[in-house]
């Protein structure tokens, strides 16, 4: 064992021994049907959320781009590495999210990172939704902001805690429109107009929502007519349109600050050609295919029915991510691997990703997946769980 090391071991097997030791699964295989250790499984985990990950258009306009530019784009936005395919996908991208403009990042991670360490700094404040992704509260750790979290979807309870900011500092709310782990959505409209009675700005992470709502899969904010009143629309590549990055849609003044402000867009290598060249041609299907995620969200109220009559929590999944609680780690792990037994990779969620006591398997559901599949994965799930009632 290494100098300084000894502490590791004693950490994993506390974690091995309360059900969260956390492993990596090798799968083999593109789509929704996949191998692991050998054997074929549905994917029921991943974000591929319209199948674009391996469409063939969608391959073809990274390739291209792969032969136009190169494995990759060799700099920093700043320094050499802004090619015209960065340019044409903002463009697109503010196009479809209805905004001015629009900025890419390396991933929806170094986004959030950005994104909120840009325009909020110390004595600000952050408000966040408790149950926002990681990179949104790591964003405002970075930023030196004072954190404050409100209640899950509850504008009230953000109002009052804007109410009691001081004057003078800037304060920014942040929330999801499609919560990861949850699949609800939240009240754009109330948690709006909280920020603007309080002089606040709001930034949405529409990472699960891109793609999936609103007209063409442009998200929420504009199924809402909100662009105007919601400053930052972060979204993800690497979901719903089948490539790897992040971005942001908003006004032309914010976009020229990210770039001289932003240390995660400033300090990392531009997006690789291949990657905006997927971007490009999932942007293309939507275009021509726009109803994609419609189809997919009326297949996923069907799958959230069938489990319901079944006795199953859903909680208050409105969407293509379909959560079924089961609240104990060591639970959720034994429904799983029963899951993975008859077929179905379905991973199991687990503390600290998700609150104590709400371990869960998350069902995330693809257009790419039948009717036959969702089918047999209703069935399996329902299984499942009477098979760990019985265990
Ligand atoms: C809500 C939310 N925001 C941001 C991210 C990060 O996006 P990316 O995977 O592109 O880094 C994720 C990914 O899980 C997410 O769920």
């Given at each position: ?70 494995a990759c784009a060799t700099a920093s936005r700043l320094v050499v590495g802004t090619l015209a395919c960065h340019e044409e996908l903002e463009a697109r991208l503010a196009g479809l999210k209805g905004y001015p403009a629009a900025l890419s990042f390396g991933s929806g991670y170094a986004a959030n990172l ?278």
């Amino acid at each position: 064992m290494r100098t300084g090391e000894t502490w590791i071991a004693d950490e994993l097997a506390a974690r091995r021994s309360s059900g969260l030791e956390r492993t990596l699964i090798v799968r083999s295989g593109t789509g929704p049907r996949v191998t692991v250790g050998g054997r074929l499984l549905l994917n029921v985990s991943g974000n591929d959320y319209l199948g674009l990950a391996q469409h063939p258009h969608v391959v073809a306009r990274a390739k291209a781009c792969l032969d136009e530019f190169g494995a990759c784009a060799t700099a920093s936005r700043l320094v050499v590495g802004t090619l015209a395919c960065h340019e044409e996908l903002e463009a697109r991208l503010a196009g479809l999210k209805g905004y001015p403009a629009a900025l890419s990042f390396g991933s929806g991670y170094a986004a959030n990172l950005g994104l909120i360490s840009a325009i909020v700094g110390r004595d600000d404040r952050v408000l966040i939704d408790r149950l926002a992704h990681a990179s949104l509260v790591d964003g405002a750790v970075l930023s030196r902001a004072r954190l404050q979290r409100f209640r899950h979807n509850d504008a009230g309870h953000l109002a009052s805690l804007l109410a009691r900011c001081p004057a003078g500092r800037r304060k920014l709310v942040v929330t999801e429109s499609v919560f990861s782990m949850d699949g609800d959505c939240a009240p754009l409209r109330e948690l709006a107009a909280a920020a603007e009675r309080h002089g606040a700005l709001l930034l949405v992470d529409e990472a699960h929502a891109t793609g999936v709502f609103g007209p063409s899969g442009s998200g929420c904010i504009r199924a809402a007519g909100l662009e105007d009143r919601v400053n930052l629309s972060m979204g993800t590549l690497s979901k719903a349109l089948g490539s790897q990055g992040g971005f942001a849609a908003c006004s032309a003044d914010l976009r020229s600050l990210l770039i001289n402000q932003s240390r995660s867009f400033i300090y990392s290598t531009a997006l690789a050609p291949a990657a905006v060249g997927a971007a490009l041609g999932a942007l293309d299907v939507l275009e021509r295919d726009p109803d994609r995620g419609a189809r997919l969200l009326a297949r996923a109220a069907g799958v959230r029915e069938r489990l319901n009559a079944a006795g199953l929590d859903t909680g208050a999944s409105v969407s293509q991510i379909v959560p079924v609680i089961v609240g104990e780690s060591e639970r959720a792990l034994r429904v799983a691997q029963y899951l993975r037994e008859a077929g179905f990779l379905a991973v199991a969620i687990r503390p600290p990703t998700v609150p104590q006591g709400t371990a869960r398997l998350r069902l995330s559901l693809s257009y790419d997946h039948t009717e036959a599949e969702l089918a047999a994965l209703t069935a399996a799930v329902i299984a499942a769980f009477k098979e760990a009632e019985r265990a």
